[in-house]
């Protein structure tokens, strides 16, 4: 089956703007996260969802990031007045609800902010 | 607070040589452990990981990865390393079962580079 897809693979926006940023979990995957890779770091954790509710949001760096899952499947990731610094690849992983299951992760987004 | 440290930056190997990528990590328990590789423009793809039982792990591509207690360290091995194999690695630790939600937390990651 499909791995996890993200939209879009690239995005260019100017300072102020906002941004949504999607990501399509492999189906039947209950757990979704997502991530922020800053140049030449490692990912970084920024919130989980269990089924349609975030269970852990204290990776979000401040309020202007906000995600949703409402149908527990697809997922939004949104970043309100963007600033340069937000500038990254955002990462989505899913993985099946057992504990010791795989994170599968996506191509990414990157974002550029102008 | 957990932490994972990739202390290369950069590895240069030749093609066939061995390879081996360090990393320690600091957590109150023992964590579950990964290693996963990205290609350029890629996303993160699973090398292989612990949970428990046998320290050595086996993964894809012919990578292995020791883990040691007493050393808080999760080393990756390639006995012999194909030009695919540049790219860049990182080993990222998660909680253990149950806990957390399995959010990993990553290493700074480690770009191999191989010459023919």
């Known amino acids: 089956g499909a791995g996890v897809s993200q939209t879009p693979s690239n995005k260019v926006t100017e300072k102020g703007k906002y941004v949504e940023l999607r990501c399509d979990p492999i189906s039947g995957h209950t757990a979704l996260y997502w991530y922020r890779q800053s140049l030449g770091q490692g990912p970084e954790f920024l919130i989980y969802?269990?089924?349609?509710?975030?269970?852990?949001d204290s990776g979000l760096p401040n309020d202007r990031f906000f995600a949703v899952r409402p149908e527990g499947s697809v997922s939004t990731l949104k970043i309100q007045r963007t600033e340069r610094g937000d500038s990254a690849v955002y990462l989505c992983?899913?993985?099946?609800?057992?504990?010791?299951?795989?994170?599968?992760f996506g191509p990414g987004t990157r974002l550029t902010v102008l | 607070a957990q932490s994972v440290t990739q202390p290369d930056i950069h590895i240069t190997v030749s093609e066939g040589a061995s390879l081996e990528l360090r990393c320690n990590y600091s957590y109150g328990a023992t964590p579950y452990l990964f290693w996963y590789v990205q290609s350029p423009g890629q996303g993160l793809q699973l090398l292989l990981k612990y949970f428990s039982g046998d320290t050595l792990v086996q993964g894809i591509k012919g990578f292995e990865a020791e883990f040691k207690r007493s050393q808080s360290s999760f080393n990756l091995r390639k006995p012999s390393v194909h030009w695919s194999d540049a790219a860049e690695y990182f080993c990222?630790?998660?909680?253990?079962?149950?806990?957390?939600?399995?959010?990993?937390?990553f290493g700074g990651g480690t770009r191999v580079l191989v010459k023919p």
């Open positions: 990222a630790v998660g909680p253990p079962l149950g806990a957390a939600g399995n959010k990993l937390t």
């Open positions: 992983a899913s993985r099946t609800g057992g504990p010791t299951d795989t994170q599968y």
């Open positions: 969802f269990q089924g349609t509710g975030a269970a852990d």
